[in-house]
C-alpha cells in the first residue's frame, strides 16, 4: 500500500513554544491531506482537511489560528501547534488520500507532550 | 448530519473463531466503504475497501456491503490474538470520510 511518513513521532515541548509536525506521501500525490487528533481511549477527530495550494479547512471549533496549516506541494503538508499548552498534548495523525484510487493512508502519527 | 454507528464492544472472541463487526451508515448516497485497523497508540491501518452490493474477500477477511439496508461488515476468520485491536469503519461522503467510534476486538486465546 502507499507510505505516510510523519515527523517527528514524538516531541515534548515546553508551554507556549510552537511545534511543527510534517506530513508527506512517499509514492503517490496527494491533493487532499486530512489532521487529525486523537486524545486517549477516544476516537479520531478531524481538524482540518488540507488542498495543495488554497487554504485549509478547518472543522467547528478547531482554531485555525492556532493551528497552521500548510500544504504547499502534492506531497508535503504541515500543521504547526503555535503556542502550545499542555491542554493540545495529544495524538495527532495525517492522512492523505490518493487521488487515483480515492482512499486515504495514515501517516504513523506524532505524539506531542506539551509540559 | 450523515453518521457512521458501530458497537464500541468490546466484542469478545475466541481464538480460531469467526469475528464478525457491523457498522450502519446515515448517507443513502455514499459509494465507497473502508475497513480500517487500529492498534493501541498507532495510526490506522487500511484493511479492505469496499464500494459494490456483495462480498469482498482478502485473505481471511470479508468485507460485505448491503447498500438497500446501508450496512457495511467485516469477518476475520481464523481469528488470532494479533487481531486484537479496534476497527474502525468509515464511509465516504462528498469527498470526506466519515468515521465510526470504532469497536474494540480482543481475541482471547
Known amino acids: 500500500g502507499a507510505v505516510v511518513s510523519q515527523h517527528p513521532s514524538r516531541v515534548i515541548c515546553k508551554s507556549g513554544t510552537s511545534v511543527k509536525i510534517e506530513c508527506r506521501s512517499l509514492d503517490f500525490q496527494a491533493t487532499t491531506m486530512f489532521w487529525y487528533r486523537q486524545f486517549p481511549k477516544q476516537s479520531l477527530m478531524l481538524m482540518a482537511t488540507?488542498?495543495?495550494?488554497?487554504?485549509?479547512?478547518?472543522e467547528q471549533g478547531v482554531e485555525k489560528d492556532k493551528f497552521l496549516i500548510n500544504h504547499a506541494s502534492l506531497t508535503l503538508s504541515t500543521l504547526t501547534v503555535t503556542s502550545a499548552h499542555p491542554e493540545d498534548s495529544s495524538f495527532y495523525i495525517c492522512?492523505?488520500?490518493?487521488?487515483?484510487?480515492?482512499?486515504?493512508?495514515f501517516g504513523p502519527g506524532t505524539r506531542l507532550l506539551v509540559l | 448530519q450523515k453518521e457512521v454507528e458501530q458497537n464500541s464492544g468490546p466484542l469478545s472472541v475466541p481464538e480460531g473463531a469467526i469475528a464478525s463487526l457491523n457498522c450502519t451508515y446515515s448517507?443513502?448516497?455514499?459509494?465507497?466503504f473502508f475497513w480500517y485497523r487500529q492498534y493501541s497508540g498507532k495510526s490506522p491501518e487500511l484493511i479492505m475497501s469496499?464500494?459494490s452490493n456483495g462480498d469482498k474477500e482478502d485473505g481471511r477477511f470479508t468485507a460485505q456491503l448491503n447498500k438497500a439496508s446501508q450496512y457495511v461488515s467485516l469477518l476475520i476468520r481464523d481469528s488470532q490474538p494479533s487481531d486484537s485491536a479496534t476497527y474502525l469503519c468509515?464511509?465516504?461522503?462528498?469527498?470526506?470520510?466519515?468515521w465510526g467510534a470504532g469497536t474494540k476486538l480482543i481475541i482471547k486465546p
Open positions: 468509515a464511509v465516504r461522503s462528498n469527498y470526506q470520510l466519515i
Open positions: 448517507d443513502r448516497v455514499s459509494q465507497s
Open positions: 488540507s488542498n495543495e495550494g488554497s487554504k485549509a479547512t478547518y
Open positions: 492522512s492523505a488520500r490518493d487521488f487515483s484510487s480515492e482512499t486515504q493512508y
Open positions: 469496499i464500494y
